[in-house]
């Protein structure tokens, strides 16, 4: 038998995805925090690239989108720009998006 032959599978999967995407929507407006004036420019314009076009870009994978959003705030927190405030933040969504990534692995 397989997964998709099981009545409840389709639910969970389903479910699952739903629940990563109100994440994701949660680290995008606790990215938007970085939008602060007092984040260089070009910080802000790094992270408006990795909500725009991978954490919000359904056209990709959910695994790709989790996996270089991640990879792209590890660049923004070795930034020796990145006011030392934002660097907390940084690792906790990085930390987020590593957990969800392993949950879509999983699913």
């Not at 038998?1 to 606790?30: F, H, N, Y």
């Not at 970085?34 to 260089?40: A, G, I, R």
């Not at 006011?83 to 692995?105: A, K, S, W």
Request: proline letters at 4%; charged letters at 25%.
């Amino acid at each position: 038998m397989r997964l998709s032959q099981v009545p409840w599978w389709d639910g969970c999967v389903v479910s699952l995805m739903t629940d990563i995407e109100t994440k994701i929507q949660q680290i995008a407006t606790v990215l938007g925090q970085l939008e602060d004036t007092q984040v260089p420019r070009n910080i802000r314009n790094s992270v408006k690239d990795a909500v725009d076009k991978w954490l919000l870009n359904e056209l990709k994978d959910m695994d790709v989108r989790l996996g270089m959003t991640a990879s792209m705030l590890d660049e923004i927190f070795n930034d020796a720009n990145l006011p030392i405030h934002y660097g907390p933040l940084c690792l906790q969504i990085q930390t987020t998006l590593e957990t969800l990534l392993n949950e879509v692995r999983r699913g």
